[in-house]
């Protein structure tokens, strides 16, 4: 019930699952009691040192931050692997509570470098406790959901900051800026309660992810190790040059903004009283800014666009500087600096830990520990260096500091574009096959043409020496004969009792069985049944005979009328004798018919083409018809694509038509497929899809036009949402079972179109990965194929294409597809 | 010929009896029957040989064609109680490369959970 609650409250500000809302709230506190002592934390951190030293110094503690941060890096890497994280997580923070009671004591003494040892260890406790949230957060949830709480749990971090800054901006004038540390144990202390909880929730195999198994010896995972993971990635080394540039970026703006308040604010705890007002005003605009932005922009424009939000506002802010008088500069430190953190809260925050979810796990949490806070902390160093030596050494003014922001800013940009492509790539190969396209599967280890005249040379053993002895002529013909296949379909002469090929030239005497000599010479047995077919006298006789067995139609056994449409195959196609395969063609016996259509391809007349295409709706020699018309190829392209535009006629054969267009696959096969797509034919809509989606599953850079397959995908995204509505309706009217069951099959047949249109006209493996794993993965990999989807469709195909495979509760699921279908009827996916 | 259905466990066996051959006209064909199952959302089906004494170019068409269908979809179709001279013949022209054939049917209805 609790829960139900709790979900009902917080679904109205984040798009989460009902299951997911007690943990997600625990997240949410988590963060907020981290960034709340953090905030305090921060602006005495920055007033006591400027109360010691010059702005001059700044780039010393930036330095020095740097310098000892990878040790900090290293001896986190060893805690990680050392200790289950719950416990990690624990004993950092009773540490920082100790630390923070000795400051407090320690101050009282009043040494100046211990501000600048304060500094380094705000900077450790704040890079670390963040780092240990992320990582937590990585633990619990996949890409996926991460991508929809993400702005939940960063609300969470931005009120506990608030919090914090409006306590430092209140209290510093009354209680001074050293006491103000005495709070932040308390918070810390409840933040390490909900850590435990948050992890004793969690089952232990989610958990153990990036850590050896129970027994395994376990490695230490040092910052070399770290570092070599990070550079043996091309994914990561960008992802490095982009945090580089970030952070560099900001320390150039951070060095201006306090130089800036330095100069205009001389007093101590009037300062901290601003700091913390100035952090606090920054993280309520940024709130706002998260509640408002964030997630909407991340699923309106994706990670790919939102990355270069921060980079372009911060170029323009750069320049911005040389509008404003010396006076006046206090207000463009407050708004670039402004600007700088409250993205770096909301959107560039959300992207950067976006961008680690697709990366192995194994991998992810090395790397993020040696970026987040060796190359985190290494950029500050840069920037730092950059200060040193335009402001102290080159005499560079606080406005002429901006001409190194800009050109740092230009590369942030770069780097953004770089990961972009990056990112893509990571997700796919997340992404495995499931199946493999049983066709090829098949035609891999079955020479499908070989096995059916195989089985039927067997078969033929029992009905007719003349058929047998026929399709072992074939056999040899085509070389295939191996010592194997003798064996098998070789007899012993008594058991025949079918007529022999004496019978056929009307000759009394004895059976003359054809045994599989090895002695016969296979191609001498070729040129002498040649030469026979060619005699005059062999024509005229066979003519006669084959003429009154055709005449004689199903009077007629129908063993005869199969040697008779077999041998017709073996003539010349100018035989007068050969106009007689016609009447076989469409004989009654599909045996016959199906010989008859085999010789018609061997001859492959014009005039027997008509008649196969009347063969395809029957069952029993569709496959062989279709074979058959495949083998003529380009020259019945336009007989076939008439009968398929045909109404009138035969639906089954109409049907028949695409697979056999895709099959023979020629250009002019395809374009006929992609005009009768285009033209609208529901009736055989199915498979034109079908055969076009096999087509280019064996020509992948086969492209056909958007403007042909968009209208039909809009169609079929239509009357998904349609079927939706209707189960929804059913269900309500509480219908049975089957009447529901149909419709989702229907549903499910659908969607399988749907996917099979994207992979006309989107990378056919990508699109295949992402419906395999829709249909048949994990949770996981589940949601690396919505990310995909996210990341390669066009904006106004995904937001109506998600909604049918997004794992939502199904009312949900219908309430979203009411609002869309509307939407569709006036939308066309053609229109730019 | 003649084909039965039953299910057992979500598994839809087909209890074919005769030869599968074009000759023998029937109401519905072999891959009919199977797409039937696909569209009302089966995935595994188990074709029983047991009583199929031979079968002709047609019949295998059938077989290839019901395993390409099913395979597709992310289904998967097995045969069981083949016979000797039918494995033979298979196994000559690299059938058995393409289908999981078994000599008992439990064995074969475990192998699609096994998976």
Partial sequence: MKEKRLHRIISRFVDIRPDEAPTAVRVFFYFFLITFPAYIIKPVKVSLYLSWFTNARLPYAYLLTAVVIGFVVVLNTRLLNRFERRRYISLSQLFFMANLVAFWF????????????????????????????????????????????????????????????????????????????????????????????????????????????????????????????????????????????AITVSTLIDFQFNSVVKETIAAKDARTSFLGAFFGVVLVVSYILHILFTSLVLKKFGIRVVILFTPLILFVGAWAVFLFPVAALIYWAVAVKGADKALDHTLSQAVRELLYIPIQPEVKYKAKIFIDMFVNKFASAFGACLILLFYTALKFSLKQMSFITIPVTGVWILFAVALNREYVGIVKRNLKIKWQDADKIVSQHVDRNLTKLIFDTIQSREKSSVLYAMNLFDLIQKEKLTPELRKIISYKSDEIRAKSMDSLLDVSGGSFVPEIADTVDDQELDV??????????????????????????????????????????????????????????????????KYAIESATRLKKPEFVPLIIRQLKNAFVHEVATDALIDYGEEVIETLRSRLRDPQEDVAIRRGIPDILGRIGTPRATDALAQELAGGREDVEPELIDALYKLKSNHQDLCLPERTVLPVLHDKIKKSYLVLMEIDKLLLDGKKAPLVKDLENSLSRSLKHIFELLGLIYPFEDIRKAYQNICAGTKRSTDYSLELLDNILKKDLKEYILPLVEDIPFDEKVRRCRKLVRALERVSFNEP | ?????????????????????????????????????????????????????????????????????????????????????????????MLTKVFEIFDDEERALQSFFGE
């Avoid at chain 1, 949230?133 to 900051?161: E, K, M, T």
């Avoid at chain 1, 199903?554 to 050969?578: H, S, Y």
């Avoid at chain 2, 395979?71 to 033979?88: A, D, E, Q, T």
Wanted: with cysteine; net charge neutral.
């Fill in chain 2, 1 to 93: 010929m003649i084909i039965k259905t039953r299910e057992k466990d979500d598994i839809v066996i087909f209890d074919i009896e005769g030869e599968i051959k074009r000759s023998d006209i029937t109401d519905a064909t072999l891959h009919q029957l199977v797409k039937d199952q696909l569209d009302r959302g089966r995935r595994k089906i188990l074709l029983n040989f047991q009583d199929v004494a031979f079968i002709d170019s047609f019949g295998v068409g059938e077989i290839l064609a019901s395993y390409i269908s099913t395979h597709n979809l992310g289904g998967k179709l097995k045969i069981v109680r083949i016979s000797k001279k039918l494995f033979l013949i298979f196994q000559v022209t």
């Fill in chain 1, 528 to 593: 002498q049944v040649r030469e026979i077919m060619a005699l005059d006298a062999y024509q005229s006789v066979i003519q006669d005979r084959i003429e009154e067995i055709v005449s004689r139609g199903q009077t007629e056994a129908d063993v005869d009328r199969m040697e008779a449409a077999k041998l017709l195959g073996m003539m010349v196609p100018t035989a007068p004798v050969v106009e007689d395969l016609s009447r076989l063609i469409i004989d009654d016996s599909p045996e016959v018919a």
């Fill in chain 1, 106 to 245: 320690l101050f009282k003494l009043h040494w100046p470098w211990l501000s600048l040892l304060y500094w380094l260890w705000s900077d450790i406790f704040i890079a670390t406790s963040v780092t240990q949230f992320w990582i937590a957060v990585n633990d619990i949830y996949n890409p996926h959901q991460a991508r929809r709480l993400v702005g939940f749990f960063v609300s969470g971090g931005l009120l506990g900051g608030i919090g914090g800054s409006i306590l430092a901006s209140r209290l510093a004038k009354t209680i001074g800026t050293e006491n103000l540390l005495l709070v932040c144990p308390a918070i810390l202390f409840l933040s390490l309660a909900v850590v435990n909880g948050l992890y004793a929730r969690q089952p232990k195999e989610k958990v153990a992810e990036g850590r050896a198994a129970p027994g395994e010896k376990k490695k230490p995972t040092g910052y070399l190790e770290s570092f070599n993971l990070v550079r043996k990635s091309r994914y990561l080394l960008l992802l490095s040059g982009l945090v580089t540039a």
